[in-house]
């Protein structure tokens, strides 16, 4: 894959994003782990978790709704509208786990916590919206993949892919 391909890839990737979320939730941390050959990667529990297991897949749920790469697409013509999102998103986090507490396990002092560990993902991963900034990178990397396409295509020739005598 070749580099402009890899940067749109990893723009509207939003995995990591979701994994950081879910490991707070666990209770967890990812921890490089050294054997003397390879590095793996580790779930490492240093601590305990926010909420039960129906608790943490709820919440998950909703935050997937709410962190994806479609989410971006939209715009927000005024920063107002992003703020009153904002505001929306955080009033109704607020309410879901409030009116779930007991059944996801949550503890009261525990509420805020959870609550702003997700909210500081969400405010930066939305401001992409705001004027239209997310679809104007995404214009401007699909413009350089084009570039880039024709421009290899120029220096090999538009038919050298047939060319039978090519090695």
Request: hydrophobic letters at 35%.
């Amino acid at each position: 894959m070749d580099l402009p391909n890899k940067q749109l890839e990893i723009r509207l990737q939003t995995s990591e994003i979701l994994k950081k979320i879910e490991l707070y939730l666990r209770g967890k941390r990812q921890v490089e782990k050294y054997d003397g050959k390879t590095t793996q990667i580790e779930d490492l529990v240093y601590g305990e978790p926010m909420a039960n297991e129906l608790g943490i897949q709820s919440i998950m749920s909703f935050v997937e709704l709410l962190i994806n790469p479609h989410a971006v697409q939209g715009n927000f013509t005024k920063e107002a509208h992003y703020h009153m999102y904002v505001s929306e998103v955080h009033e109704g986090l607020i309410q879901n786990i409030m009116i779930n507490r007991d059944k996801w396990n949550i503890e009261i002092n525990q509420i805020g916590c959870v609550v702003d560990a997700i909210m500081n993902f969400v405010q930066p991963f939305y401001t992409r919206l705001i004027n239209n900034k997310e679809r104007e990178s995404y214009t401007d990397t699909m413009r350089s993949v084009e570039t880039n396409t024709l421009r290899e295509n120029q220096q090999q020739g538009i038919f050298s892919s047939m060319n039978p005598f090519k090695k």
